[in-house]
């Protein structure tokens, strides 16, 4: 039996019945992370002496009758830009390369209690801007279906991570897609919850108002699973929400007969590839299907949604980021006057793509500019908020490409920023209007991944899950497995 394809609940339930112990399934996934991460650079840090010290406990606890948390055993991952006391927080940046906190983010504290192990911190796009994980300052992630091409990014090597069985499941932040796009690539089920669904505290920030902490998983139980844990009103972060939180495994299995799903026309024309759209249209079909019905409708504004989004982003980007000056912590340039120290520390720290949002952040904030860009700019996100506000009054949920594209080569747009941030088209408005937001696999082009998503209004999690699993039930493309080549052989 290969421990690491199989999915969290089935470990839970062999974990549970004493069929596995947690020290044998860490070191089942700790051994399956070190064949395959020459091929993929899914992790930054690794953690294996933690989580075996961490699964011993797990099992003594066991064998004491302590009742095990939720998720006691299961290995997972986070993206490194989730603060872990003790343990490095680099953000896939030279500027924080050394960096260690001194206290847990709040949803590593509940992942924690509820039992499950960090195996370690996974590679992303430096400051979590990119959409290939190619921007990271150590090395690029590659995709385990095909590793001459990118996992998507921001949250790249959380995606890769998954997909290739080094981890059961996984925490990515998502700011314009950055969880559903690699989800979409790798062929998994990746999940942004509602903006203050989750606490953002001890999430480095890139773009306040729109980050939002969610999972990647291999199926949509273990999404269900994993909501459980990290959903929930939090003291220390502001904008978390107090409304209450549902047991979302309630809402696995409930048939979908009658639920209304609208297609908007805008996410299926121009720049969607033909293989994407036609696999977004058998979807739909699937879901007529299993009862749903399925109505073609139109979001006219959401063709506003990338320019908000390349105004809004990096302004608030500009802001967060200001505070890594060399003065306080990370990475410094010795110089002889406090202006050269800002200048050479912020010119070497940061990575071309970090550097070029700033830069844009920081024009748009200017006081000749504030007015006519960064303002405008959120005066049209309130309309597209109140155009999806109007789609919800009509539908339970919206069906959409997660992506417009299979994945691509590395190196591929690397050169072309315009064309690598129009890979977050269909992405970017979930979080402009703080939706709710699932990627699922949809299908397959020449071997390379399609994914699926669908938005929901706020505080709707439960149904978009009740919606993803009666898809999957219906299809096969979740049980499907790349195979990555690991030291020159394929599989293990």
């Not at 899914?42 to 953690?47: E, G, K, P, S, W």
């Not at 009658?258 to 996410?267: H, K």
């Not at 967060?320 to 003065?327: A, K, M, T």
């Given at each position: 039996?290969?421990?690491?394809?199989?999915?969290?609940?089935?470990?839970?339930?062999?974990?549970?019945?004493?069929?596995?112990?947690?020290?044998?399934?860490?070191?089942?996934?700790?051994?399956?992370?070190?064949?395959?991460?020459?091929?993929?650079?899914?992790?930054?840090?690794?953690?294996?002496?933690?989580?075996?010290?961490?699964?011993?406990?797990?099992?003594?606890?066991?064998?004491?009758?302590?009742?095990?948390?939720?998720?006691?055993?299961?290995?997972?991952?986070?993206?490194?830009?989730?603060?872990?006391?003790?343990?490095?927080?680099?953000?896939?940046?030279?500027?924080?390369?050394?960096?260690?906190?001194?206290?847990?983010?709040?949803?590593?504290?509940?992942?924690?209690?509820?039992?499950?192990?960090?195996?370690?911190?996974?590679?992303?796009?430096?400051?979590?801007?990119?959409?290939?994980?190619?921007?990271?300052?150590?090395?690029p992630t590659r995709n385990p279906w095909d590793t001459s091409r990118v996992p998507g990014g921001s949250s790249g090597g959380s995606a890769a991570a998954v997909a290739a069985g080094q981890a059961v499941f996984a925490l990515g932040s998502d700011t314009g897609g950055s969880i559903r796009q690699p989800a979409a690539f790798c062929s998994i089920?990746?999940?942004?919850?509602?903006?203050?669904?989750?606490?953002?505290?001890?999430?480095?920030?890139?773009?306040s108002s729109l980050d939002q902490i969610g999972c990647f998983t291999k199926d949509v139980t273990d999404c269900a699973a994993v909501l459980n844990v990290i959903c929930g009103r939090d003291e220390f972060d502001p904008t978390s929400v107090s409304a209450p939180v549902p047991d979302y495994s309630k809402f696995i299995g409930r048939e979908i007969?009658?639920?209304?799903?609208?297609?908007?026309?805008?996410?299926?024309?121009?720049?969607?590839?033909?293989?994407?759209?036609?696999?977004?249209?058998?979807?739909?079909?699937?879901?007529?299907?299993?009862?749903?019905?399925?109505?073609?409708?139109?979001?006219?504004?959401?063709?506003?949604?990338?320019?908000?989004?390349?105004?809004?982003?990096?302004?608030?980007?500009?802001?967060?980021?200001?505070?890594?000056?060399?003065?306080?912590?990370?990475?410094?340039?010795?110089?002889?006057?406090?202006?050269?120290?800002?200048?050479?520390?912020?010119?070497?720290?940061?990575?071309?793509?970090?550097?070029?949002?700033?830069?844009?952040?920081?024009?748009?904030?200017?006081?000749?500019?504030?007015?006519?860009?960064?303002?405008?700019?959120?005066?049209?996100?309130?309309?597209?908020?109140?155009?999806?506000?109007?789609?919800?009054?009509?539908?339970?949920?919206?069906?959409?490409?997660?992506?417009?594209?299979?994945?691509?080569?590395?190196?591929?747009?690397?050169?072309?920023?315009?064309?690598?941030?129009?890979?977050?088209?269909?992405?970017?408005?979930?979080?402009?209007?703080?939706?709710?937001?699932?990627?699922?696999?949809?299908?397959?082009?020449?071997?390379?991944?399609?994914?699926?998503?669908?938005?929901?209004?706020?505080?709707?999690?439960?149904?978009?899950?009740?919606?993803?699993?009666?898809?999957?039930?219906?299809?096969?493309?979740?049980?499907?497995?790349?195979?990555?080549?690991?030291?020159?052989?394929?599989?293990?």
């Open positions: 039996m290969k421990l690491w394809d199989l999915s969290g609940h089935r470990l839970r339930n062999l974990l549970d019945q004493g069929e596995l112990s947690a020290q044998e399934l860490v070191e089942a996934f700790l051994t399956r992370q070190q064949n395959t991460e020459p091929a993929l650079h899914a992790f930054v840090t690794t953690t294996g002496p933690q989580a075996l010290a961490a699964a011993k406990e797990i099992d003594n606890a066991r064998a004491r009758g302590e009742k095990p948390g939720a998720l006691a055993g299961i290995p997972m991952a986070l993206k490194d830009n989730i603060c872990t006391a003790g343990i490095k927080t680099t953000c896939s940046s030279k500027m924080l390369a050394n960096y260690v906190p001194p206290y847990d983010a709040t949803v590593v504290k509940s992942l924690r209690q509820a039992g499950s192990i960090l195996t370690g911190k996974t590679n992303m796009d430096e400051f979590a801007m990119g959409s290939s994980t190619e921007n990271s300052a150590f090395y089920v990746g999940f942004k919850p509602s903006y203050g669904r989750v606490s953002r505290f001890g999430l480095v920030a890139f773009a007969k009658g639920l209304r799903i609208g297609l908007p026309r805008e996410f299926l024309q121009e720049g969607i590839q033909p293989a994407v759209r036609e696999a977004i249209l058998q979807a739909a079909q699937t879901f007529e299907n299993l009862g749903a019905v399925v109505e073609e409708t139109s979001l006219p504004k959401m063709k506003y949604a990338p320019a908000v989004y390349y105004v809004i982003a990096p302004a608030e980007a500009s802001s967060n980021l200001g505070r890594f000056d060399g003065v306080r912590y990370g990475f410094r340039v010795p110089t002889s006057d406090l202006d050269s120290l800002y200048k050479k520390t912020r010119s070497q720290g940061f990575g071309p793509e970090v550097r070029r949002r700033i830069m844009i952040g920081t024009y748009v904030l200017t006081a000749d500019n504030y007015k006519n860009l960064y303002q405008r700019a959120q005066q049209v996100r309130t309309l597209i908020i109140e155009e999806f506000e109007q789609a919800f009054s009509r539908y339970d949920l919206l069906l959409t490409p997660t992506s417009p594209a299979v994945p691509f080569k590395l190196g591929e747009k690397m050169d072309d920023p315009l064309q690598m941030y129009l890979m977050d088209v269909c992405t970017i408005p979930a979080n402009l209007a703080g939706l709710p937001a699932i990627s699922i696999p949809a299908g397959f082009s020449a071997g390379l991944p399609v994914g699926m998503q669908l938005m929901a209004k706020p505080w709707a999690e439960g149904t978009l899950l009740q919606a993803a699993y009666s898809f999957e039930q219906a299809t096969d493309y979740h049980q499907r497995r790349p195979a990555i080549a690991s030291g020159g052989v394929v599989g293990e």
